[in-house]
């Protein structure tokens, strides 16, 4: 069953996510810039699926038939590709390596309105009274991050890399370093502030009793429809210019990069290889090699590889087999994960 409301400023679904109290459970937000990505607001789910040991993935498959009627939504981590690439790690995971909410309501943004899918009186008739609730104003957001490791130990680090890259081990790798920092807003006005003032391609919030996902991303890594997988890999970056002549130099200076096109190629290189794994055979090509994109803070180059999926492999099947993520790790991707296992201090 499904209904629908008339979008206005006081009922875009971020609005009604930021009007959610805390009877509203397990929250799943998306929304976005990118066509292929929907915005839905989801809460109170019916079912949870985790994987915490990578011995309890085989029932993933059964989860998402059982719920095939269902809104499913959820992560998967670095720590699961990594278990799935059979690489042992020094650090402890802290967080489940997956984990999947199903959810029989949920509200899904389309053109000019919003479509409520459910049937259940209790969330219709909560949902109802949180649309009249006065919206309080933007919480004021000033968080100062700071770095988990020195300057010195990253050096060592990527001193490190140069010599792993100059011995042939690898020939990129993505090497990252965590940085905190302590606030009192809540993990859902965060969220909101963030994605109100930086809007990116795809941003997503998954509330889990574990922990919460803020995400900003403007990289799609896995979408499927009618059996074709895409992926759009990034590598390439330039800020945008103070005006339109500076951010024309700046787009231009990016796409003549020679560096910027090799590290997006080697990328395309990987993922090719991955489709190639799961796909069809001779269905795997690039259907965009270099293309820009603009964001309101930066340029970035991107390409596109399409492939039909194998019938007798499942989406969930060919998402794990891609994990994780070759943009997020590296080439050869195996090497690249040893190493930032080897060289960054937490998974």
């Not at 209904?3 to 397990?26: T, Y």
């Not at 990594?82 to 690489?87: E, H, K, M, V």
């Not at 997956?98 to 949902?127: C, K, P």
């Not at 509330?207 to 009618?226: A, Q, R």
Request: with cysteine; aromatic share 10%.
């Amino acid at each position: 069953m499904s209904s629908s409301m008339p979008v206005n400023d006081d009922q875009s679904l971020l609005e009604i996510f930021r009007r959610l109290d805390s009877n509203a459970k397990s929250v799943s937000y998306f929304s976005g810039l990118a066509a292929d990505w929907h915005s839905i607001l989801a809460f109170n789910p019916i079912a949870k699926y985790t994987v915490a040991d990578l011995s309890e993935i085989t029932e993933l498959n059964q989860f998402l038939q059982a719920h095939e009627k269902h809104l499913v939504t959820g992560y998967v981590s670095y720590d699961l590709g990594q278990d799935l690439q059979g690489i042992a790690s020094r650090h402890k995971s802290v967080v489940p390596l997956l984990t999947f909410y199903a959810y029989d309501n949920y509200l899904m943004a389309q053109e000019d309105e919003i479509v409520t899918h459910g049937t259940d009186s209790n969330w219709l008739e909560y949902l109802s009274g949180r649309m009249t609730t006065d919206l309080t104003a933007p919480t004021e957001v000033n968080l100062q991050l700071e770095p988990t490791i020195t300057e010195d130990w990253y050096r060592r680090g990527f001193d490190k890399i140069q010599r792993y890259i100059r011995d042939g081990d690898i020939y990129q790798i993505n090497y990252t370093f965590p940085l905190i920092a302590k606030t009192d807003v809540s993990s859902r006005d965060l969220f909101a502030h963030y994605f109100q003032h930086k809007p990116v391609a795809y941003a997503a919030f998954m509330e889990t009793s574990e922990t919460d996902i803020l995400s900003l991303s403007p990289e799609g890594f896995y979408h499927e429809k009618n059996n074709v997988i895409t992926t759009r890999p990034i590598k390439g970056t330039r800020p945008r210019g103070i005006d339109d002549n500076q951010d024309s130099a700046l787009r231009e200076q990016l796409l003549d990069s020679k560096k910027e096109q090799a590290e997006l190629f080697m990328i395309v290189d990987l993922l090719r290889n991955d489709l190639g794994k799961v796909c069809t055979t001779g269905s795997v090509e690039v259907t965009r090699t270099k293309e820009v994109t603009a964001l309101p803070n930066v340029w970035h180059t991107y390409s596109e590889v399409q492939g039909q999926r194998q019938t007798d492999i499942s989406s969930a099947e060919a998402l794990l087999s891609m994990l994780p993520g070759g943009s997020i790790t590296g080439c050869p991707k195996i090497r690249a994960m040893e190493i930032i296992d080897e060289l960054e201090v937490q998974r």
